[in-house]
């Protein structure tokens, strides 16, 4: 089965240091997301992206935020100098086509980035 | 009134027993709905999408109830791997691309 790989699994940082989060999408889907779950919390939309810019984004994704697709396979998140909050897992997830996610449409995520900021 | 609410539980049950959770959401023109599954530190697994009409795929039933924005999600037959976070998401945009979970509705399975 196709699936969205993630990598670090885990990622210890201190706090200013800048971090990226790779994601390498399943092949031949066209939407890229990320989503965050600081622990015991739900899980927060951050980002959408397609055509290598960026669709949608939340409250949370500012400037200290940014994706970027390097190449034909990964998708990266850089957060540029990190805070305390920032600790959570990362999810990455992709969607086959289309904008709105929907019963058609489904989203699959990768198994996460643990990103903790000392 | 949060986006999306669940009873945070937990929903302790022996095997075999059937169980339900329900699941408000703010935004009335929702548009599409979905059950996740989260196991502990592990990523949301796409359970079943939920349709107007109701769909069941196995032991799982989903029902949606769009006059009172309810969803609900029943599962029978308990089983000890059923046991996890059970996520209710909407997408509240007929063209979002932002999905917004609810907390979760934690599940436990006893023999």
């Known amino acids: 089965e196709p699936e969205v790989t993630q990598t670090p699994s885990h990622q210890v940082t201190q706090m200013g240091q800048e971090v990226i989060l790779r994601c390498v999408p399943i092949?031949?889907?066209?939407?890229f997301y990320w989503y965050r779950q600081i622990l015991g919390q739900k899980v927060e939309f951050l980002v959408s992206?397609?055509?290598?810019?960026?669709?949608?984004k939340s409250e949370i994704f500012d400037d200290q935020f940014s994706v970027e697709r390097p190449d034909g396979s990964n998708f990266t998140l850089k957060i540029r100098s990190t805070k305390l909050e920032d600790s959570a897992m990362y999810f990455c997830?992709?969607?086959?086509?289309?904008?709105?996610?929907?019963?058609?449409?489904?989203?699959?995520f990768g198994a996460g980035s643990r990103l903790t900021v000392l | 009134r949060k986006e999306v609410e669940q009873d945070p539980g937990p929903f302790n049950v022996p095997e075999g027993a059937t169980v339900a959770f329900n699941c408000t959401y703010s935004?009335?023109?929702?548009?599409?709905f979905f059950w996740y599954r989260q196991d502990c530190r592990k990523e949301p697994k796409l359970l079943m999408s939920?349709?107007?009409s109701g769909n069941e795929d196995g032991r799982f039933t989903a029902q949606l109830n769009r006059a009172s924005q309810y969803i609900s999600l029943l599962i029978r037959d308990s089983k000890l791997s059923d046991s996890a976070t059970y996520l209710c998401?909407?997408?509240?945009?007929?063209?979002?691309?932002?999905?917004?979970f609810g907390k979760g509705t934690t599940l436990s399975v006893s023999s």
């Open positions: 997830a992709s969607t086959p086509s289309g904008r709105a996610v929907s019963g058609a449409n489904v989203l699959t």
């Open positions: 092949s031949n889907h066209l939407y």
């Open positions: 992206f397609y055509n290598n810019e960026i669709s949608e």
């Open positions: 935004n009335s023109a929702s548009q599409s």
């Open positions: 939920v349709y107007s």
């Open positions: 998401v909407v997408n509240p945009r007929q063209a979002g691309t932002a999905l917004i």
